[in-house]
Protein backbone atom coordinates (compact mmCIF):
# COMPACT_ATOMS: atom_id res chain seq x y z
CA UNK A 1 0.00 0.00 0.00
CA UNK A 2 1.68 3.71 -0.73
CA UNK A 3 1.99 5.42 1.97
CA UNK A 4 -0.02 9.23 1.54
CA UNK A 5 2.51 11.56 1.50
CA UNK A 6 1.35 13.73 4.80
CA UNK A 7 1.71 10.33 6.58
CA UNK A 8 5.26 9.77 5.89
CA UNK A 9 5.85 13.28 7.23
CA UNK A 10 3.85 12.67 10.48
CA UNK A 11 5.36 9.78 10.73
CA UNK A 12 9.01 11.25 10.33
CA UNK A 13 8.24 13.56 13.61
CA UNK A 14 6.64 10.24 16.00
CA UNK A 15 10.48 9.47 15.36
CA UNK A 16 12.62 9.76 18.71
CA UNK A 17 13.99 13.34 19.42
CA UNK A 18 11.68 15.19 16.80
CA UNK A 19 8.69 15.83 19.30
CA UNK A 20 9.13 13.48 22.12
CA UNK A 21 12.23 12.20 23.47
CA UNK A 22 11.36 8.64 22.43
CA UNK A 23 8.84 9.29 20.16
CA UNK A 24 5.78 7.73 19.35
CA UNK A 25 6.27 4.29 17.61
CA UNK A 26 8.51 2.19 19.13
CA UNK A 27 9.95 -0.78 17.75
CA UNK A 28 6.61 -1.00 15.74
CA UNK A 29 8.03 -2.03 11.95
CA UNK A 30 4.38 -1.27 10.65
CA UNK A 31 3.81 2.09 8.74
CA UNK A 32 1.28 4.29 10.93
CA UNK A 33 -1.62 4.14 8.83
CA UNK A 34 -1.24 0.27 8.76
CA UNK A 35 -0.85 0.92 13.32
CA UNK A 36 -4.39 2.74 12.51
CA UNK A 37 -5.93 0.39 10.55
CA UNK A 38 -4.96 -3.06 12.54
CA UNK A 39 -5.83 -1.47 16.11
CA UNK A 40 -9.63 0.11 14.59
CA UNK A 41 -10.27 -3.68 13.09
CA UNK A 42 -9.49 -5.14 16.38
CA UNK A 43 -12.18 -2.41 18.34
CA UNK A 44 -14.80 -3.12 15.42
CA UNK A 45 -14.48 -6.35 16.67
CA UNK A 46 -15.30 -5.63 20.38
CA UNK A 47 -18.00 -3.08 19.14
CA UNK A 48 -16.24 0.16 20.68
CA UNK A 49 -14.40 2.89 18.75
CA UNK A 50 -11.10 4.93 19.78
CA UNK A 51 -13.11 7.68 19.84
CA UNK A 52 -15.59 6.67 22.89
CA UNK A 53 -12.74 4.96 24.86
CA UNK A 54 -10.60 8.12 24.76
CA UNK A 55 -14.10 10.04 26.34
CA UNK A 56 -14.10 7.55 29.07
CA UNK A 57 -10.42 7.82 29.64
CA UNK A 58 -11.01 11.59 29.63
CA UNK A 59 -13.56 11.31 32.06
CA UNK A 60 -11.44 9.37 34.22
CA UNK A 61 -8.65 11.94 33.65
CA UNK A 62 -10.61 14.61 34.55
CA UNK A 63 -11.84 12.87 37.92
CA UNK A 64 -8.64 12.61 38.94
CA UNK A 65 -7.10 16.02 38.51
CA UNK A 66 -9.90 17.76 40.84
CA UNK A 67 -8.10 15.74 43.85
CA UNK A 68 -5.09 17.57 42.95
CA UNK A 69 -2.18 14.86 42.88
CA UNK A 70 -3.71 12.57 45.19
CA UNK A 71 -5.39 9.23 44.55
CA UNK A 72 -9.30 9.10 44.24
CA UNK A 73 -11.58 6.47 43.89
CA UNK A 74 -13.27 6.91 40.90
CA UNK A 75 -16.06 4.54 38.97
CA UNK A 76 -14.64 1.19 40.20
CA UNK A 77 -10.58 2.64 39.59
CA UNK A 78 -8.08 4.71 41.82
CA UNK A 79 -6.61 7.07 39.59
CA UNK A 80 -4.12 9.68 40.29
CA UNK A 81 -2.95 12.57 37.94
CA UNK A 82 0.93 13.78 38.27
CA UNK A 83 0.67 17.32 36.43
CA UNK A 84 4.06 18.84 35.16
CA UNK A 85 4.95 21.78 33.56
CA UNK A 86 4.52 22.72 29.57
CA UNK A 87 3.24 21.89 26.39
CA UNK A 88 3.32 18.74 24.18
CA UNK A 89 2.31 19.09 20.46
CA UNK A 90 0.09 16.59 18.28
CA UNK A 91 2.30 14.68 15.97
CA UNK A 92 -0.91 15.09 13.77
CA UNK A 93 -0.45 18.68 12.82
CA UNK A 94 -3.58 19.56 13.52
CA UNK A 95 -2.44 22.11 16.12
CA UNK A 96 -3.69 20.49 19.26
CA UNK A 97 -1.21 20.79 22.56
CA UNK A 98 -2.25 18.85 25.01
CA UNK A 99 -0.66 19.57 29.06
CA UNK A 100 2.00 17.55 30.36
CA UNK A 101 0.05 14.91 32.59
CA UNK A 102 0.68 11.90 33.36
CA UNK A 103 -2.78 9.61 34.48
CA UNK A 104 -2.28 6.50 36.72
CA UNK A 105 -5.67 3.78 37.11
CA UNK A 106 -5.57 0.94 38.76
CA UNK A 107 -8.83 -1.19 38.70
CA UNK A 108 -10.14 -1.90 42.47
CA UNK A 109 -11.38 -5.11 41.30
CA UNK A 110 -8.44 -6.82 39.93
CA UNK A 111 -5.10 -4.38 40.61
CA UNK A 112 -4.67 -4.07 36.61
CA UNK A 113 -3.18 -1.02 35.87
CA UNK A 114 -3.08 1.74 32.83
CA UNK A 115 -1.27 5.09 32.56
CA UNK A 116 -1.55 7.44 29.64
CA UNK A 117 -0.96 11.01 29.01
CA UNK A 118 -3.08 13.68 28.10
CA UNK A 119 -1.43 13.39 24.39
CA UNK A 120 -2.13 9.84 24.60
CA UNK A 121 -5.68 10.98 25.25
CA UNK A 122 -6.24 13.04 22.08
CA UNK A 123 -4.18 10.51 19.69
CA UNK A 124 -6.24 7.58 21.28
CA UNK A 125 -9.84 9.83 20.98
CA UNK A 126 -9.19 12.14 17.49
CA UNK A 127 -6.63 9.80 15.55
CA UNK A 128 -7.67 5.99 16.58
CA UNK A 129 -3.64 6.36 17.23
CA UNK A 130 -2.81 4.03 20.55
CA UNK A 131 1.06 4.16 19.82
CA UNK A 132 3.38 1.77 18.50
CA UNK A 133 4.20 -1.33 20.19
CA UNK A 134 7.65 -0.81 22.31
CA UNK A 135 6.39 2.77 22.86
CA UNK A 136 6.53 3.88 26.69
CA UNK A 137 3.14 4.80 26.40
CA UNK A 138 1.33 2.02 24.02
CA UNK A 139 -2.05 1.14 24.99
CA UNK A 140 -2.80 -2.17 23.77
CA UNK A 141 -6.73 -1.79 22.68
CA UNK A 142 -7.87 -4.59 22.97
CA UNK A 143 -6.54 -4.59 27.06
CA UNK A 144 -7.48 -1.31 27.26
CA UNK A 145 -11.14 -1.82 25.95
CA UNK A 146 -11.53 -4.31 28.74
CA UNK A 147 -9.63 -2.39 31.65
CA UNK A 148 -12.09 0.78 30.62
CA UNK A 149 -15.39 -2.48 30.58
CA UNK A 150 -16.39 -0.90 27.26
CA UNK A 151 -18.57 -3.36 26.76
CA UNK A 152 -20.16 -2.53 29.75
CA UNK A 153 -20.87 1.14 28.79
CA UNK A 154 -23.60 3.52 27.55
CA UNK A 155 -22.15 6.82 26.67
CA UNK A 156 -23.95 10.07 27.65
CA UNK A 157 -24.17 12.80 25.36
CA UNK A 158 -20.92 14.61 24.75
CA UNK A 159 -19.78 17.42 27.26
CA UNK A 160 -17.87 20.16 26.32
CA UNK A 161 -14.52 18.98 27.65
CA UNK A 162 -14.72 15.73 26.11
Not at 83 to 98: L, T, V
Request: hydrophobic share 35%; proline share 4%.
Amino acid sequence: MKVRPEMKSIEEDMQPGRLSLEGYLGEDSRSLETIIREDEEVLKELGTTAKEMGRVMRRITLAGMEAEGEPIPFDGYEVEVSEYRGWIGCPFKDNRKAGKRITNVTSLETGEHFCWTDIGIHLVRDHGFFQGKGSSFRLDPAALAKFLRMSERTLAPLTEDE
